[in-house]
C-alpha cells in the first residue's frame, strides 16, 4: 500500500510516488537549500533557457519578426518581452558600471584639480590687482604737476581705491574664500548656504537646490557620475513608453498600444544587446570613431527592417517613418530625457 504525502502549500493530500504536488505543481521534497533559493530566482527572473537562445538568434538577424511571432500568440516558444529587456539591461549596466568607475575616477580627479587651480588663479588675480591699483596710484602722484589734480583729488581717488580693495566684494571669489572658511571651521549648514547667498524666505526646491550645489562643492564633484549613472536605467524604462507612444501616432490602426509596447520592447533589447558588444569589443581593442558612427546609423536601418516585417508597411513608408520617429526621439526626447536625468541626479547627490 502507497503512503500519502501532504503538500506544504496547498495542504492538499497525493501519492508519495508523485514528485510533484498534482494540485499545485510544487516540488514534493521542497528542500529549499542556498543553491534552490538562487537557481529558482535566476530561473524565474531571467529564464536562461532554450527560448532565451531561440529568442536572441531572430531578435539579431530578423528585425521585428520576433515581435510579430509573439503578437501572433507565439509566446511560449520565445522569451517574453519585458523579461528578454530585464535580462539584456542587467547585463549591459552591469557591464557598463566599470566604465563608469574609471570615468567617475577620472571626472572627480579633474574637478579636484580644477576646484586647486581656481583657487590659485583667483588668489593671483587679487595680488595682480592690487599692485596694479597701488601702482596707478603711485603714478598719479608722480604725474600731479602733469595732471594739475590737488590734493584734494588725490585723496579722493585715493579713498575709492582703497575701498575697491578693502570694502566688501561681491563676485563669486570672495564668497568662495567665505565658503572654505566656513567649511574649515565646521560651521552650520545654514550659516553656508547663507554665504552662498540663499535668501531666507527661499522655497523647498530652491533650497534643496542650493543644499545640493554645496554638498558637490564639498565633494568637490567626487560620485556625481555614478549618481547619474544610477538614474539611468529607470530613466530608460520610462522612455519605453514614449517611444511606443510615437509607434502608436504612426501607426495608429496597426495595432493597440500593447502591441506597439512589444514592439519597444524588443527593439530596445537589440539596443542594449549592441551596447554591450561594443563594450566587449572596446575591452579588448579601441574601436574607431567611424566604425561607432556606423554602428549608430545601423540602428536606423534595423528600424526600418522592423516596421517592415512588424507592420507589413512599404519600404517607403518604413524609411521615412523610421527616419522620422527616429529623428524625434533623438532631438526632443533623447536631450529632455538628459536633462532630467541631470536635474534627478543633482537632487540625488
Not at 586647486?116 to 603714478?139: G, W
Not at 550659516?191 to 534643496?208: F, N, P, V
Request: positive net charge.
Amino acid at each position: 500500500m502507497s503512503s500519502i504525502n501532504k503538500c506544504k502549500n496547498c495542504e492538499k493530500s497525493f501519492d508519495e510516488s508523485f514528485d510533484y504536488c498534482p494540485y499545485c505543481g510544487q516540488e514534493a521534497a521542497d528542500n529549499l537549500t542556498f543553491g534552490v533559493l538562487f537557481s529558482n530566482t535566476i530561473g524565474n527572473y531571467f529564464s536562461i533557457d532554450a527560448r532565451f537562445f531561440r529568442s536572441f538568434i531572430p531578435l539579431m538577424t530578423k528585425p521585428g519578426v520576433l515581435a510579430r511571432r509573439f503578437v501572433d500568440g507565439k509566446r511560449l516558444s520565445y522569451l517574453h518581452p519585458a523579461q528578454f529587456y530585464l535580462f539584456i539591461s542587467v547585463v549591459f549596466f552591469f557591464m557598463f558600471s566599470f566604465s563608469i568607475r574609471k570615468a567617475d575616477n577620472k571626472f572627480t580627479q579633474t574637478l579636484k584639480k580644477g576646484f586647486s587651480k581656481e583657487r590659485v588663479v583667483d588668489s593671483l588675480q587679487a595680488q595682480k590687482d592690487s599692485m596694479a591699483l597701488e601702482l596707478a596710484k603711485k603714478t598719479l602722484k608722480d604725474n600731479q604737476v602733469f595732471t594739475r589734480m590737488s590734493d584734494k583729488d588725490l585723496k579722493t581717488i585715493d579713498s575709492v581705491i582703497s575701498a575697491t580693495q578693502n570694502g566688501p566684494s561681491v563676485d563669486f571669489s570672495f564668497k568662495r574664500d567665505l565658503l572654505d572658511s566656513l567649511i574649515t571651521i565646521n560651521a552650520t549648514q545654514a550659516e553656508k548656504l547663507k554665504a552662498m547667498g540663499l535668501k531666507e524666505d527661499a522655497g523647498a526646491i530652491t533650497r534643496k537646490f542650493y543644499m545640493q550645489i554645496l554638498k558637490f562643492y564639498e565633494r568637490q564633484g567626487g560620485g556625481i557620475l555614478k549618481t547619474l549613472y544610477d538614474t539611468i536605467p529607470i530613466t530608460m524604462f520610462l522612455m519605453l513608453p514614449l517611444f511606443a507612444f510615437l509607434l502608436k501616432l504612426f501607426y495608429w490602426y496597426r495595432g493597440t498600444f500593447a502591441h506597439h509596447m512589444v514592439f519597444s520592447f524588443y527593439f530596445f533589447t537589440f539596443l542594449f544587446t549592441t551596447f554591450c558588444f561594443l563594450i566587449l569589443a572596446n575591452a579588448v581593442v579601441e574601436i574607431p570613431t567611424w566604425i561607432e558612427v556606423l554602428v549608430f546609423l545601423s540602428f536606423v536601418v534595423y528600424l526600418m527592417l522592423a516596421f517592415r516585417n512588424f507592420y507589413k508597411s512599404s519600404w517607403i513608408a518604413s524609411f521615412l517613418k523610421s527616419s522620422t520617429i527616429i529623428f524625434i526621439y533623438t532631438i526632443f526626447i533623447v536631450p529632455m530625457a538628459f536633462s532630467g536625468i541631470i536635474m534627478v541626479s543633482i537632487m540625488l547627490y
